[in-house]
Protein backbone atom coordinates (compact mmCIF):
# COMPACT_ATOMS: atom_id res chain seq x y z
CA UNK A 1 0.00 0.00 0.00
CA UNK A 2 1.29 3.36 -1.46
CA UNK A 3 0.71 6.55 1.03
CA UNK A 4 -1.01 9.25 -0.08
CA UNK A 5 -2.52 12.88 -0.05
CA UNK A 6 -6.10 11.80 -0.28
CA UNK A 7 -7.67 10.76 3.33
CA UNK A 8 -9.30 7.66 1.82
CA UNK A 9 -5.86 6.27 2.16
CA UNK A 10 -5.22 6.86 5.74
CA UNK A 11 -8.58 4.70 6.46
CA UNK A 12 -7.87 2.57 4.13
CA UNK A 13 -4.75 2.20 6.43
CA UNK A 14 -6.73 2.11 10.19
CA UNK A 15 -9.38 -0.26 8.27
CA UNK A 16 -6.09 -2.94 7.97
CA UNK A 17 -4.79 -1.86 11.09
CA UNK A 18 -8.04 -2.95 12.22
CA UNK A 19 -8.88 -5.72 10.61
CA UNK A 20 -9.09 -9.10 13.15
CA UNK A 21 -6.42 -12.29 12.29
CA UNK A 22 -4.50 -10.07 9.69
CA UNK A 23 -4.50 -6.66 11.16
CA UNK A 24 -1.86 -5.21 13.78
CA UNK A 25 -2.73 -7.42 17.30
CA UNK A 26 -2.57 -3.95 19.37
CA UNK A 27 -4.80 -1.90 16.93
CA UNK A 28 -7.22 -4.82 16.96
CA UNK A 29 -7.37 -5.06 21.19
CA UNK A 30 -7.89 -1.40 21.30
CA UNK A 31 -10.86 0.82 22.89
CA UNK A 32 -11.86 4.45 22.90
CA UNK A 33 -10.76 4.17 26.63
CA UNK A 34 -7.70 3.12 25.77
CA UNK A 35 -6.95 5.76 22.76
CA UNK A 36 -7.99 8.65 24.12
CA UNK A 37 -5.27 9.31 26.31
CA UNK A 38 -2.81 8.97 22.67
CA UNK A 39 -5.51 11.74 21.45
CA UNK A 40 -4.72 13.95 24.86
CA UNK A 41 -1.04 13.72 24.17
CA UNK A 42 -1.06 14.18 20.26
CA UNK A 43 -2.75 17.09 20.96
CA UNK A 44 -0.07 18.22 23.12
CA UNK A 45 2.56 17.34 21.03
CA UNK A 46 0.91 19.98 18.21
CA UNK A 47 0.69 22.70 20.98
CA UNK A 48 4.05 21.91 21.30
CA UNK A 49 5.28 22.71 18.05
CA UNK A 50 3.25 25.26 17.63
CA UNK A 51 5.30 27.00 20.67
CA UNK A 52 8.68 25.80 19.04
CA UNK A 53 7.42 27.39 15.53
CA UNK A 54 9.08 24.06 14.03
CA UNK A 55 6.33 23.55 11.04
CA UNK A 56 7.84 20.70 9.79
CA UNK A 57 7.31 18.83 13.26
CA UNK A 58 3.75 20.47 13.34
CA UNK A 59 3.02 18.70 10.00
CA UNK A 60 4.03 15.14 11.57
CA UNK A 61 2.49 16.02 14.57
CA UNK A 62 -0.94 16.78 12.86
CA UNK A 63 -1.08 13.81 10.91
CA UNK A 64 -0.98 12.01 14.19
CA UNK A 65 -3.42 13.92 15.71
CA UNK A 66 -5.67 13.40 12.46
CA UNK A 67 -5.19 9.29 13.03
CA UNK A 68 -6.53 10.16 16.44
CA UNK A 69 -9.76 11.08 14.51
CA UNK A 70 -9.75 8.24 11.94
CA UNK A 71 -8.85 5.91 14.76
CA UNK A 72 -12.14 6.58 17.11
CA UNK A 73 -14.56 7.24 13.40
CA UNK A 74 -13.13 3.01 12.53
CA UNK A 75 -14.06 2.26 15.97
CA UNK A 76 -17.09 3.87 15.75
CA UNK A 77 -18.01 2.27 12.11
CA UNK A 78 -17.28 -0.83 13.84
CA UNK A 79 -20.25 -0.68 16.46
CA UNK A 80 -22.24 0.65 13.31
CA UNK A 81 -22.87 3.88 15.12
CA UNK A 82 -20.67 6.19 12.88
CA UNK A 83 -17.97 6.54 10.37
CA UNK A 84 -15.39 9.38 9.30
CA UNK A 85 -17.68 10.69 6.87
CA UNK A 86 -19.98 11.40 9.32
CA UNK A 87 -17.40 13.11 11.19
CA UNK A 88 -16.61 15.56 8.82
CA UNK A 89 -20.71 16.24 7.87
CA UNK A 90 -20.93 17.20 11.54
CA UNK A 91 -18.02 19.28 11.62
CA UNK A 92 -19.28 21.31 8.31
CA UNK A 93 -22.49 21.61 9.78
CA UNK A 94 -21.69 23.04 12.90
CA UNK A 95 -19.48 25.29 11.20
CA UNK A 96 -22.32 26.73 8.88
CA UNK A 97 -24.64 26.94 11.53
CA UNK A 98 -22.58 28.84 14.11
CA UNK A 99 -21.56 31.27 11.45
CA UNK A 100 -24.86 32.64 9.60
CA UNK A 101 -22.84 35.81 8.98
CA UNK A 102 -20.71 34.44 6.89
CA UNK A 103 -23.08 31.69 4.83
CA UNK A 104 -26.23 32.49 5.60
CA UNK A 105 -28.04 34.43 3.08
CA UNK A 106 -27.72 38.25 2.34
CA UNK A 107 -29.81 39.38 4.59
CA UNK A 108 -27.49 37.11 7.96
CA UNK A 109 -23.99 38.16 6.59
CA UNK A 110 -25.44 42.24 6.17
CA UNK A 111 -26.35 42.19 9.78
CA UNK A 112 -23.15 40.71 11.13
CA UNK A 113 -22.25 38.44 14.18
CA UNK A 114 -25.50 40.21 16.24
CA UNK A 115 -24.64 40.30 20.07
CA UNK A 116 -26.10 37.41 21.85
CA UNK A 117 -26.19 35.37 19.23
CA UNK A 118 -23.50 32.36 19.84
CA UNK A 119 -25.19 31.73 23.23
CA UNK A 120 -28.55 31.35 21.12
CA UNK A 121 -26.70 29.02 18.64
CA UNK A 122 -25.39 27.29 21.60
CA UNK A 123 -28.27 26.88 23.28
CA UNK A 124 -30.11 25.32 20.33
CA UNK A 125 -27.25 22.86 20.04
CA UNK A 126 -27.85 21.79 23.31
CA UNK A 127 -31.70 21.74 23.16
CA UNK A 128 -30.86 19.67 19.69
CA UNK A 129 -28.66 17.13 21.78
CA UNK A 130 -31.13 16.56 24.16
CA UNK A 131 -33.79 15.67 21.73
CA UNK A 132 -31.24 13.37 19.77
CA UNK A 133 -31.06 11.71 22.82
CA UNK A 134 -34.85 10.91 23.78
CA UNK A 135 -34.81 9.76 20.03
CA UNK A 136 -31.85 6.96 20.65
CA UNK A 137 -33.40 6.08 23.76
CA UNK A 138 -30.35 7.44 26.33
CA UNK A 139 -31.01 10.43 29.22
CA UNK A 140 -31.94 13.56 27.44
CA UNK A 141 -29.58 14.92 30.37
CA UNK A 142 -26.51 12.79 29.27
CA UNK A 143 -23.51 15.16 29.27
CA UNK A 144 -24.89 17.63 31.87
CA UNK A 145 -27.94 20.08 31.54
CA UNK A 146 -26.15 22.82 33.82
CA UNK A 147 -25.13 26.25 32.41
CA UNK A 148 -21.39 24.87 33.13
CA UNK A 149 -21.80 21.50 31.97
CA UNK A 150 -20.29 21.93 28.49
CA UNK A 151 -16.93 22.77 29.53
CA UNK A 152 -15.12 20.04 28.92
CA UNK A 153 -13.96 17.72 32.09
CA UNK A 154 -11.19 16.67 30.51
CA UNK A 155 -9.37 20.24 29.61
CA UNK A 156 -6.61 20.56 31.79
CA UNK A 157 -6.81 21.86 34.97
CA UNK A 158 -5.86 25.35 34.97
CA UNK A 159 -7.75 25.27 31.59
CA UNK A 160 -10.60 24.44 32.82
CA UNK A 161 -10.93 26.41 36.18
CA UNK A 162 -10.32 29.81 33.53
CA UNK A 163 -13.30 28.13 31.32
CA UNK A 164 -15.74 27.52 33.96
CA UNK A 165 -14.89 31.23 35.32
CA UNK A 166 -15.17 33.08 31.75
CA UNK A 167 -18.86 31.44 31.15
CA UNK A 168 -19.61 32.41 34.85
CA UNK A 169 -18.33 35.83 34.01
CA UNK A 170 -21.01 36.01 31.28
CA UNK A 171 -23.91 36.39 33.47
CA UNK A 172 -22.32 38.49 36.10
CA UNK A 173 -20.88 35.97 38.22
CA UNK A 174 -17.75 37.78 38.62
CA UNK A 175 -15.15 40.19 40.84
CA UNK A 176 -15.39 43.27 39.46
CA UNK A 177 -11.63 44.13 39.25
CA UNK A 178 -8.07 42.19 40.32
CA UNK A 179 -7.29 43.90 43.44
CA UNK A 180 -10.17 42.05 45.77
CA UNK A 181 -9.05 38.54 44.30
CA UNK A 182 -5.67 39.09 45.90
CA UNK A 183 -7.78 39.56 49.41
CA UNK A 184 -9.31 35.98 48.64
CA UNK A 185 -6.13 34.83 47.82
CA UNK A 186 -4.77 35.46 50.87
CA UNK A 187 -8.11 34.13 52.59
CA UNK A 188 -7.16 30.87 51.18
CA UNK A 189 -3.30 30.51 52.11
CA UNK A 190 -4.71 30.98 55.58
CA UNK A 191 -7.62 28.13 55.51
CA UNK A 192 -4.48 26.24 53.74
CA UNK A 193 -2.40 27.06 56.64
CA UNK A 194 -4.67 26.12 59.06
CA UNK A 195 -5.63 22.63 57.58
CA UNK A 196 -1.81 21.89 57.27
CA UNK A 197 -1.22 22.52 61.07
CA UNK A 198 -4.68 20.20 61.98
CA UNK A 199 -2.87 17.34 59.16
CA UNK A 200 -5.80 16.38 58.07
CA UNK A 201 -4.62 15.59 54.05
CA UNK A 202 -8.21 15.78 52.19
CA UNK A 203 -8.65 18.94 53.63
CA UNK A 204 -5.17 19.94 52.71
CA UNK A 205 -5.74 18.77 49.18
CA UNK A 206 -9.57 20.85 48.65
CA UNK A 207 -7.76 24.04 49.92
CA UNK A 208 -4.79 23.72 47.97
CA UNK A 209 -7.69 23.25 44.83
CA UNK A 210 -8.89 26.82 46.02
CA UNK A 211 -6.09 28.14 45.96
CA UNK A 212 -5.11 26.94 42.80
CA UNK A 213 -8.69 28.56 41.64
CA UNK A 214 -8.35 32.09 42.65
CA UNK A 215 -4.76 32.82 41.49
CA UNK A 216 -6.18 31.71 37.65
CA UNK A 217 -9.05 33.93 38.52
CA UNK A 218 -6.20 36.50 39.55
CA UNK A 219 -4.44 36.12 36.27
CA UNK A 220 -7.76 35.73 33.99
CA UNK A 221 -8.37 39.24 35.70
CA UNK A 222 -4.75 40.26 34.80
CA UNK A 223 -5.52 39.19 31.27
CA UNK A 224 -3.05 36.10 32.17
CA UNK A 225 -3.51 32.68 30.84
CA UNK A 226 -2.05 30.76 33.95
CA UNK A 227 -1.73 27.72 31.32
CA UNK A 228 0.86 29.64 29.37
CA UNK A 229 2.14 31.61 32.41
CA UNK A 230 2.90 28.11 34.26
CA UNK A 231 4.26 26.89 30.93
CA UNK A 232 6.25 30.09 30.90
CA UNK A 233 7.45 29.64 34.76
CA UNK A 234 8.21 25.52 33.51
CA UNK A 235 10.41 26.43 30.88
CA UNK A 236 12.24 29.00 32.89
CA UNK A 237 12.76 26.29 35.93
CA UNK A 238 14.37 23.77 33.34
CA UNK A 239 16.70 26.19 31.99
CA UNK A 240 17.84 27.50 34.92
CA UNK A 241 18.63 23.98 36.53
CA UNK A 242 19.84 22.86 33.12
CA UNK A 243 22.78 25.52 33.67
CA UNK A 244 23.69 24.63 37.00
CA UNK A 245 24.21 21.18 35.78
CA UNK A 246 26.25 22.32 32.24
CA UNK A 247 28.41 24.53 35.25
CA UNK A 248 28.67 21.35 37.47
CA UNK A 249 29.66 19.00 34.46
CA UNK A 250 32.56 21.31 33.27
CA UNK A 251 34.11 21.06 36.73
CA UNK A 252 33.74 17.20 36.47
CA UNK A 253 31.03 16.79 38.98
CA UNK A 254 27.40 15.97 38.61
CA UNK A 255 24.27 16.56 40.06
CA UNK A 256 24.44 13.90 42.83
CA UNK A 257 27.70 15.47 44.23
CA UNK A 258 26.82 18.91 44.85
CA UNK A 259 25.34 20.37 48.04
CA UNK A 260 22.05 21.78 48.01
CA UNK A 261 24.01 25.02 48.86
CA UNK A 262 26.09 24.91 45.68
CA UNK A 263 23.23 24.12 43.73
CA UNK A 264 21.64 27.37 45.34
CA UNK A 265 24.38 29.77 44.86
CA UNK A 266 24.47 28.36 40.81
CA UNK A 267 20.90 28.70 40.84
CA UNK A 268 20.93 32.42 41.78
CA UNK A 269 23.86 32.72 39.31
CA UNK A 270 22.01 31.70 36.31
CA UNK A 271 19.25 33.85 37.31
CA UNK A 272 21.29 36.62 37.42
CA UNK A 273 22.55 35.93 33.95
Known amino acids: ?37 YTLEEAYEVADAIARRDLADLREELGDLLLQVVYHARMAEEQGAFEFGDVVEAITQKMIRRHPHVFGDE ?10 MWDRIKAEEKAERRSRH ?16 DVPVALPSLTRALKLQEKAARVGFDWQEAAPILDKIEEE ?20 GDLLFAVVNLGRHLKVDSEA ?45
Open 1 to 37: MKPSKDISRLIEIMAALRTPVTGCPWDVEQTFETIAP
Open 107 to 116: KARSAGMAKG
Open 229 to 273: ALAGTNEKFRSRFHSVERTLTAAGRNLDDASLEEMEALWQDAKRK
Open 189 to 208: IGELRAEMAAGDHAAIKDEF
Open 134 to 149: VALGLDPELGGSGYLD
